[in-house]
């Protein structure tokens, strides 16, 4: 997924302050309430990884997320996680088809 993906365009998530909260899915809620939770310096670590990434050209997959630790295999700020990566269940069958299509670039 390149970087830690949040229910949030990169948009919303610049401008907070802007976002009409009623009109978001309850996952986006959720989202925007890690957010704004969220140390600073993480906050804008995102910011500019989303302003700045390139899906590696050729690829069919985007690169590992950002906060992945290539050496431990775990998320380096798994308290701040987005809700997707807290409702995708480790070990389900579509755990496995992302485990078996990104086995090559890990
Ligand atoms: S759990 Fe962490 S490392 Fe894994 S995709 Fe989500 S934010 Fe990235």
């Known amino acids: 997924m390149g970087y830690p993906a949040f ?9 907070v302050e802007a976002i009409d909260v009623a009109s978001l899915s ?9 957010w704004v939770a969220m140390p600073s ?8 990884q989303m ?3 390139v899906a590696p050209i050729g690829a069919t997959l985007d690169g590992p997320c950002t906060w992945l630790d290539p050496e ?13 990566c807290r409702d ?4 389900s069958s ?6 078996a299509a990104y086995h090559e670039l890990l």
């Open 26 to 34: 309850e996952l986006a809620r959720a989202d925007l309430t890690r």
């Open 72 to 84: 431990t295999k775990q998320c380096r700020h798994h308290q701040h996680r987005p809700q997707v």
């Open 88 to 91: 995708f269940a480790v070990g």
């Open 41 to 48: 310096r993480l906050r804008d670590g995102i910011l500019q």
């Open 51 to 53: 302003a700045d990434y």
């Open 94 to 99: 579509g755990c496995r088809q992302w485990r």
């Open 7 to 15: 229910n949030l365009t990169l948009e919303q998530l610049a401008g």
